[in-house]
């Protein structure tokens, strides 16, 4: 679907405050600061941005940053749901409002001191009940104790393992590879402190079977994207990292973080709906990614997606891993800017801003030779994904 | 007690000091106390009544009369009960403390801050029967007191007595080792009263869900079904997710599923619950999942796709959740069922020889088959609820006054979030379950407890034990019987008690 709008737009700036457990400064700042940055890395005026598409969880609104910003006037603003899993959908969105001649420039941003302020990885905890629907599905779960995202991630992590045979060693190649990444990563919180697999597995238990290095870090930090039309992008300062596709996904009884009642809690449909429309609408397969951003939130889930993505058949991303395939000079390098694991969790969004750099050729982690990289979205929630690519 | 504690040398020696009086009166023997009152039956049938004691050895004149004993007999439990200084408010009669070695230890203890009492150990030995018309006298020797130790409950010392009780004749009818700790309130390691558990998380719910909480309520687990094409579904939603009918119902789900999946939460910890946590994803064989703690189990033994039941848990007065546990094994069930079948099972005849005595508990028969007690025998689960009726009803019938047994306000001043249970209740108590089981025929030896977590009022003591060893003495056969009473702030008591089993008069 949408297949004319691929390759139509580009992701033409980027910009980001550093990482940290304590900004001391407050998300507003950060955004402001993100998105001035990724306005200076375009050489594009605020006053030209008439767009700005962000994504739930976010708590600095966009006529905020727009009025901060001096933007004259948006004609084109919205909020996608569902935290994380929306990140490539702010690309798609941005994209296709510009597409559709609603926008011109649009700036999606993630700011938020979810470290230093109230800890994202603390759940639901005091989310105390309501009569809405959304708050009605977290009756399900919370009465038992099911209250954080690693323990709502760990119930499909250990049916996983069951069913493909993949072991806390193979979750823990995940992270060791993504610190590996951040340790030459000047940008990465963890830059110069990598891990071993035996550091991994010694790690304390956050939810079993998840250990605490299974886990992304909280941060604080800010990062912005600024998107526009090929045609523009083509006269700017940096080479277009063109949206060859942008896609959204939910499907098959979807629930939010908790889609445990669907026939195979195994798999992520909403992630292989996504795969299909990517290579529906480049043509592209598996062989044509040389570098990938795979959401990293929890370690369990990123293996299930690079099946979906068919790097691998399904089961058989213990072997993928197993082989090094996502390592430097594997086929398929893999959060090259060391990941939310190792770089920072600004909900995908820096995952991003490492493919535009992998285009561009300027990633710290620079990987030969790249015409396509893929980016994914958060996971067990209804999730994006996006296809960059060079421009020729 | 000490304010200066600029020179820590100084403080140590007045330790010292402080312990060297206390100390003093160790090996002490104090007067002879001689009970007010003959043994008697009316105090006997209050101390019964307040047990629910039903020996009708104790009561019950026509029975006792025709038993060996000839006649009614005290309780061996009550054996400190006698003694017992009862109740003088401006009364002439004044015990004279001077003379008890322990009481001067308190009164010391009490000047240094020391306030707060718990007993902590009793051992009794019962060495003669008692009976109606005896006049019990005990005297008491200071044993121990210990230097100052920290404890769970505060800061204090540990006394020690033995009480040797004996008739008019001078006869020695039994003794009771008993060590209390005299502390310091509000010096506990922990808070003595444990920061009251938050009560889980309330399903957040509305009209389109309540049916399926109410029904939890009732211990009915129930799903959505259609009326239309039959499909179930769950969560529940306001359409069939099948068919899209509008015409939704409720089946019961037999409570019966597999473990599809798993996780055991460690952190961060809510105070709401325990940790580790056990969450499972339940399958129905109704084919539905949900979501559920998984109890009854200890983690590395979780298997997929295992077998399951319902398991209801009444979280307050108002709210019960369902919970999942394994399905116990064939020899267990078979166990536990095993008065409703019985045809054609190989396992019954087995089941006959080993498991009678909890059989015929079961079916209230009041003749325990003494002969074919094996160790390892489990004693029939007793659940006590402790209510303040309960609480300060046995503390009168063992003439104990002390304030902490009956005065909330008293007993916070002393360190404790609420009145509590005595030690000779406890003793009482556990004495009765073991009559209960063993019928009137038996003798007791002796009973030795410990004593942990208070009984407070509002909460509830299982009371469960087991044969640990069966001895010939002589023509009598023992019993070590050793025992616990869990409350829900933990172990209240354990012990050993030790009794004879009737003579085998010959068959």
Redesign the interface.
């Known amino acids: 679907m949408n297949s004319n709008f691929s390759s139509k737009t580009a992701i033409v700036g980027i910009g980001a405050t550093e990482f940290s457990k304590d900004s001391g400064r407050t998300p507003m700042e950060l955004a402001v600061e993100a998105c001035e940055a990724a306005l200076v890395d375009a050489g594009v005026d605020a006053s030209d941005v008439n767009g700005i598409v962000t994504f739930s969880s976010e708590q600095n609104f966009e006529i905020e940053v727009a009025r901060n910003l001096r933007i004259p006037a948006l004609s084109h603003f919205s909020m996608i749901p569902h935290g994380g899993g929306a990140a490539c959908g702010t690309i798609g969105q941005a994209g296709s409002a510009i597409f559709s001649g609603s926008a011109d420039y649009v700036l999606c941003y993630r700011a938020f001191n979810e470290r230093s302020w109230h800890r994202f990885g603390s759940g639901v905890q005091d989310r105390h009940g309501g009569a809405e629907a959304f708050d009605v599905t977290f009756g399900w779960t919370s009465p038992f104790g099911l209250l954080t995202p690693a323990s709502w991630v760990a119930m499909f992590a250990t049916r996983y393992m069951h069913l493909s045979g993949a072991t806390s060693e193979d979750f823990g190649r995940v992270a060791v590879t993504d610190r590996k990444f951040a340790a030459t990563n000047p940008a990465a919180f963890f830059y110069e402190r990598p891990i071993t697999l035996e550091d991994h597995q010694e790690s304390r238990w956050i939810v079993e079977p998840l250990h605490l290095l299974d886990c992304c870090q909280e941060s604080d930090g800010g990062q912005a994207i600024l998107v526009t039309s090929l045609e523009r992008a083509r006269d700017l300062r940096n080479p277009p990292a063109i949206i060859s596709s942008a896609a959204q996904g939910s499907t098959d009884d979807q629930q939010a973080m908790r889609s445990y009642y669907r026939d195979d809690i195994t798999r992520i449909p909403e992630m292989k709906f996504c795969a299909d429309q990517l290579w529906k609408n480049t043509g592209l397969g598996p062989s044509d990614i040389q570098v990938a951003n795979i959401y990293d939130h929890f370690t369990p889930l990123f293996l299930p997606q690079l099946e979906e993505f068919g790097f691998c058949e399904k089961g058989e991303a213990k072997e993928f891993l197993r082989d090094g395939n996502i390592e430097m000079g594997g086929s398929l390098p893999t959060n090259t800017n060391g990941g939310q694991l190792g770089e920072a969790y600004i909900h995908g969004m820096n995952g991003i801003a490492e493919a535009v750099r992998q285009i561009r050729g300027t990633s710290v982690n620079q990987v030969e030779n790249v015409e396509n990289a893929l980016v994914t979205a958060g996971t067990s929630v209804p999730t994006s994904a996006l296809i960059l690519s060079q421009d020729y | 007690m000490n304010q200066d504690l600029s020179k820590t040398d100084e403080t140590v020696s007045e330790q010292d000091d402080f312990l060297n009086l206390l100390t003093s009166q160790v090996g002490s023997t104090g007067k002879i106390e001689v009970a007010r009152d003959n043994v008697s039956e009316p105090v006997i049938r209050s101390w019964c009544d307040a047990m629910s004691e039903n020996n009708p050895l104790y009561t019950n004149p026509d029975i006792a009369n025709n038993s060996k004993h000839n006649g009614i007999i005290a309780p061996p439990a009550m054996l400190q009960v006698w003694t017992m200084s009862g109740l003088h408010l401006g009364s002439q009669f004044q015990r004279n403390t001077e003379d008890s070695p322990s009481a001067g230890v308190y009164e010391l203890l009490d000047k240094a801050g020391f306030t707060g009492v718990v007993a902590t150990n009793a051992t009794y030995r019962y060495d003669e029967t008692i009976k109606p018309g005896d006049l019990i006298s005990g005297s008491q020797k200071l044993l121990d007191v210990s230097e100052q130790k920290a404890t769970a409950i505060g800061v204090g010392h540990f006394v020690t007595t033995e009480t040797i009780y004996s008739d008019a004749s001078g006869k020695q009818v039994g003794s009771m080792e008993f060590r209390v700790l005299k502390f310091q309130p509000g010096t506990g390691k922990q808070n003595q009263q444990p920061p009251k558990k938050p009560p889980?998380?309330?399903?957040?719910?509305?009209s389109?869900?309540d049916w399926f909480?109410d029904a939890c309520n009732n211990k009915e687990l129930r799903i959505q079904s259609c009326d239309d094409c039959a499909s179930l579904q769950?969560?529940p939603a306001v359409r069939c997710?099948s068919c899209g009918s509008i015409s939704l119902n409720t089946v019961i789900a037999t409570g019966k599923g597999t473990l599809?999946?798993?996780?055991?939460?460690?952190?961060?910890q809510?105070p709401?619950?325990d940790y580790?946590?056990i969450?499972g994803?339940v399958e129905l064989e109704e084919g539905?999942?949900?979501?559920?703690?998984i109890t009854d189990i200890e983690?590395e033994d979780l298997k997929?796709d295992m077998p399951l039941e319902v398991n209801w848990l009444d979280?307050d007065n108002e709210f019960t959740?369902h919970q999942f546990k394994p399905i116990q094994s064939v020899k267990q069930k078979s166990k536990s069922e095993s008065d409703g079948e019985g045809e054609n099972n190989s396992q019954i005849s087995d089941l006959d020889q080993n498991d009678s005595d909890t059989q015929i508990t079961k079916k209230q028969d009041p003749k325990l088959d003494l002969k074919n007690v094996q160790i390892g025998d489990e004693l029939p689960i007793s659940l006590v609820p402790i209510t303040t009726l309960l609480i300060v009803s046995t503390a009168l019938a063992t003439r104990d006054y002390q304030d902490v047994h009956h005065d909330p306000k008293a007993a916070q001043s002393k360190g404790m979030p609420d009145i509590f249970m005595n030690i000779l209740t406890s003793a009482g108590i556990v004495s009765r379950w073991i009559n209960d089981w063993a019928g009137p025929e038996i003798d007791w030896n002796s009973i030795d407890l410990r004593l942990g977590a208070p009984n407070h009022p509002g909460d509830t003591m299982t009371l469960s034990g087991s044969v640990t060893e069966k001895n010939q003495n002589g023509n009598r056969v023992s019993l070590n019987i050793a025992f616990v009473g869990k409350n829900s702030r933990g172990m209240h008591v354990s012990g050993t008690a030790e009794i004879l089993l009737p003579e085998i008069t010959g068959d």
């Open positions: 889980r998380p309330k399903p957040a719910s509305n389109s869900t909480w769950h969560p997710l599809h999946s798993w996780a055991i939460a460690h952190y961060p809510v709401a619950f580790p946590l969450v994803l539905v999942r949900l979501v559920s703690n983690p997929i979280v959740l």
